[in-house]
T-cell receptor, first 114, second 118 residues
Framework: DVKVTQSSRYLVKRTGEKVFLECVQD?????MFWYRQDPGLGLRLIYF???????EKGDIPEGYSVSREKKERFSLILESASTNQTSMYLC?????????????FGEGSRLTVL | AQKVTQAQTEISVVEKEDVTLDCVYE???????LFWYKQPPSGELVFLIR??????QNEISGRYSWNFQKSTSSFNFTITASQVVDSAVYFC???????????????FGKGTKLSVKP
């Protein structure tokens, strides 16, 4: 069974803390994505990666960075968490090349920044 | 610019009713893909269907059906004889094949929350 696994379902952090959200996929997918989901705003793309060590900014990259050192792992980093980054974070992966395929999603990580 | 609009924020129906979720998209590309995803209360988005821009045939899968009309830039989703297990947030999404560095990126609508009551 294909799987995208996010390291934490729920996190509570304080303003200014550094936060790591980890995502691992076992499907040998080239593409990996980080979205955030907020009520009334739907899913918005933060960053994506189409290869190891490659990254591209999405629609809302400010305040975030990413790391992809291995094909199966894509990390989202909040260098200094702020309250407006309280959200649900969704990781996804897909096969590479022109997008004809579906995204496989993890269960999400709900981050609360106090 | 590409955009996906789901005008219905929330819909509530009684079990066994039919329900249609609307999706309108905007794109300048001639080659693109449309998707529907389901997000149950557990949180994980589940792929339902992909349709490419050259295939306007309607599709039926059990109680689910999809109506793709390029003339109105719509890709509507109908659930026939709804069930409580259909309660979820449903997202329509668009991907452009010529996205260059954005290959693989989906643009999502804001979602429609469907509640099916027994």
């Amino acid at each position: 069974d294909v799987k995208v696994t996010q390291s934490s379902r729920y996190l509570v952090k304080r303003t200014g803390e550094k936060v790591f959200l980890e995502c691992v996929q076992d499907m040998d997918h080239e593409n990996m994505f980080w979205y955030r989901q907020d009520p009334g705003l739907g899913l918005r793309l933060i960053y994506f990666s189409y290869d190891v060590k490659m990254k591209e900014k999405g629609d809302i990259p400010e305040g975030y960075s990413v790391s992809r050192e291995k094909k199966e792992r894509f990390s989202l980093i909040l260098e200094s968490a702020s309250t407006n980054q309280t959200s649900m974070y969704l990781c996804a992966s897909s096969f590479g090349g022109a997008n004809t395929g579906e995204l496989f999603f993890g269960e999400g990580s709900r981050l609360t920044v106090l | 610019a590409q955009k996906v609009t789901q005008a219905q924020t929330e819909i509530s129906v009684v079990e066994k009713e039919d329900v249609t979720l609307d999706c309108v998209y905007e794109t300048r590309d001639t080659t693109y893909y449309l998707f529907w995803y389901k997000q149950p209360p557990s949180g994980e988005l589940v792929f339902l269907i992909r349709r490419n821009s050259f295939d306007e045939q309607n599709e039926i899968s059990g109680r689910y059906s999809w109506n793709f009309q390029k003339s109105t830039s719509s890709f509507n989703f109908t659930i026939t004889a709804s069930q409580v297990v259909d309660s979820a947030v449903y997202f329509c999404a668009l991907s452009e094949a010529s996205g260059g560095g954005s290959q693989g990126n989906l643009i999502f609508g804001k979602g429609t929350k469907l509640s099916v009551k027994p």
